[in-house]
């Protein structure tokens, strides 16, 4: 049985996904952070006959974060999909794989990542320095963002500004940014969710035309050894489609902790 819920609910959620927190972690930060009752927020549930949880549906705004410890409820899920229509969904690689056979998948673009951490310093150094950004540094960062596929597709460039402003001044996260000797922006990086356990790292973007100098090595460990020196446990999201890459993060001493799936709406 589906259920719509408001705050009351939020501990039984969070005690039902546990330590699987790493693997729906905008799921379970956003829930946290803004709860239910905000206009474009949304949290549901589902039941079994003796009112045991089997699956959690997050809306935040144009996403539908899904989680299931068992396996999604695609029957009760599916509706609910249909009705809000949202810009994003999100889950496991399995409960995704579940759901898109049910939808148009003619509607949507398919993205599959590892998520990934690491207990160690990393290495990465650059004759330029890593700054921590502010509201002034956003139009560059959005700009620079918006180059990049995984970011156009969902966002637009008034949108992408508004909600990393909106990072910032919530402490939700924060934005870091790389400049060349004149002062324009060539890499940027952030932490686009926070906890007092965990720091997600994500959004790195380097100029075009100042790739294979470093940058963005340099800016990622930067990034990482922060969270980790914060006494934070950091995590990041790994396309699953280039061999070569997650190679190399293997050798760097990343940790694969689960695949993390994304269906982005195409209008």
């Known amino acids: 049985m589906l259920i719509r819920c408001d705050d009351s609910f939020i501990p039984r959620v969070t005690e039902y996904i546990g330590e699987d927190k790493v693997l729906c972690f905008y799921l379970y930060m956003d829930l946290l952070e803004c709860g239910t009752q905000a206009e474009g927020l949304g949290l549901w549930v589902c039941e ?25 409820p695609a029957a009760e899920l599916v509706p609910l999909i249909k009705e809000l229509d949202p810009k994003v969904i999100t889950g496991s690689q399995r409960d995704i794989d579940t759901l898109l056979p049910l939808l148009d998948r003619e509607r949507y673009t398919y993205e599959l990542s590892h998520i990934i951490t690491a207990d160690k310093r990393m290495d990465g150094e ?24 995984i970011y156009n597709t969902v966002y637009t460039y008034e949108g992408l500004c508004e909600a990393l402003v909106r990072r910032i001044r919530e402490g939700f996260g924060r934005l870091f940014v790389m400049r060349d000797e004149t002062g324009r922006l060539v890499a940027t990086n952030a932490l686009s969710a926070e906890s007092a356990e965990f720091g997600v790292i994500n959004g790195l973007v380097t100029d075009s035309a100042c790739r294979g100098r470093g940058l963005g090595r340099a800016i990622t460990a930067s990034t990482w050894n922060l969270v980790r ?35 982005i709406r195409e209008d």
């Open 229 to 263: 020196d914060e006494g934070k446990r950091g995590l990041a999201f790994l396309g699953a489609e280039n061999e070569n890459t997650l190679r190399l993060h293997r050798r760097m001493g990343y940790t694969f902790l689960g695949l993390y799936a994304r269906l």
């Open 48 to 72: 079994s006959e003796d009112r045991e949880l089997t699956a959690v549906a997050y809306r935040y705004y144009d996403c539908l974060h899904l989680y299931s410890r068992a396996g999604i």
């Open 126 to 149: 650059s004759d330029l320095s890593v700054q921590t950004a502010g509201e002034a540094d956003v139009p560059e960062i959005a700009a620079l963002m918006m180059t990049e596929h």
